[in-house]
């Protein structure tokens, strides 16, 4: 689709550079007055990418230098979690605030385990972050990657410019191209504030890192994978990747994916830093969902509710932000009532979001929160509430339960359910009363993918029980 040029002054370009960045604790960003909210918002969706393989969140290879770097200027959220382990749900959180049960845009509840799946369209009675800002005057963009964002499903509402690449796995749009679209983007002569979305596809299967980042972490290996990385089928079912220096190998290849989206998000955070835009822009990093890599026996994402896919990044940089590090958790659905907040929108009523801006401002997090992630694409369904520090997975299908600390027990090893029932029981009746039926109590409408889209979806393995 063809961008749809709006006017914007140039009085962002002229105003020079941003202020140098600022130590813990200080104010990140100090160009705009004391009541001065951000005039713009930039949102930086990252795909498939666990927090905890990032240098920020602890990982031990070198995978961030860049953002490593840029985190300390900016708002870390050591806990943020994903309302879905796969990419539609948790998008749609993302632009809605609500749960995967009430914005419908999710594998549709009827068909559990059927060889293919049905997805909901996003729900005309939510209200997305696109529309709400389009309303309020915003030039709005986004510049996405993905079969499954088509526009048909509903997440195209309020954009004024929806750039969508479907592509497939192996045949994607690049993180560069996609910096440069932004960048381009941006430089548009309006006179309006903007609302851009740039969604960084890489880290997803296949794993095949571009040259000279190929090699860094996944090197020294004689086996017999190769790159790309991308047999997701055989790997699923252990055909292949039976041994750890075959699994070593897969991570170590994800992981210079990750080297390379990390070089350009540098370049797009330093590229509006060059243009003057740190003083008036709300930038928001946030993941749809991690990456499995047999941590519980499997591989990939969308099959089950455990951390690994559910922990992602989240790091908020903003005028007057207050750059540290929050340890509270909080949910990927919290994006939207922060960017209305940060904006000087009224809140919408009835989200399962929360705003974390005064947060990002020096203030607490949000408390007594309880945390919702659902609707698996793969397998049967499985649900899970976090009440920190403890986490209920239920089994939909089987009713099995499992709880975890995640304090004590990061990693989800250790099921507490005999030793804790009274928990478990109290976290199974939330957990029921927080999930919502499907959007005002209708089942969700399944998105009528063009033909060429289900051909890749096909290729993909995504409509045969794949995931996304």
Known sequence: MKAHAMRRGNHAMRRGKARGAAAIGLVAFCGCAANELPRNVVLLVVDTVRADHLGLYGHERPTSPRLDEWSTRGVVFEQALATSPWTVPSFASIYTGHLPSRHGAARSAQDPGAPGVSIGRLDDGVRTLAELLFERGFATAAIVNNPFLHARGGLARGFSNYDHEPGNNWNMRRADAVVDRTLRWIDQPRDTPFLIVAHLFDPHLDYDPPEPFRGRFAGDYDGGLRYPVSDLRRIRASRVAHRPEDRRFIAGAYDEELLYIDAQIGRLLDGLEERGLLDDTLIILVSDHGEEFFDHGSFEHGHSVYQELLRVPLVIWAPRARARRV???????????????????????????????????????????????????????????????????????????????????????????????????????????????????????????????????????????GGD
């Not at 919408?348 to 919702?372: A, I």
């Not at 609707?375 to 709880?403: C, F, I, M, S, Y």
């Not at 004590?408 to 999930?435: C, F, I, M, W, Y």
Request: net charge negative; charged share 25%.
């Open 327 to 465: 340890a509270a958790p909080v949910s990927i659905a919290d994006v939207l009532p922060t960017i209305l907040a940060a904006t000087g929108a009224e809140p919408e009523p009835g989200l399962y979001g929360r705003s974390l801006w005064k947060t990002v401002l020096g203030g607490d997090p949000p408390t007594e929160r309880v945390f919702v992630a659902e609707n698996t694409l793969r397998g049967g369904e499985q649900k899970a509430l976090v009440r920190w520090p403890h986490k209920l997975v239920l089994d939909v299908t089987t009713g099995a339960t499992q709880l975890f600390d995640l304090v004590d027990d990061p990693g989800e090893t250790r099921d507490l359910s005999a030793e804790n029932p009274a928990v478990r029981d109290q976290l199974l009746v939330k957990l029921h009363a927080t999930v919502e039926a499907p959007a005002h109590g209708r089942p969700a409408q399944p998105t009528e993918f063009p033909p060429d889209t289900l051909e890749r979806l096909r290729e993909l393995g995504y409509l045969n029980g």
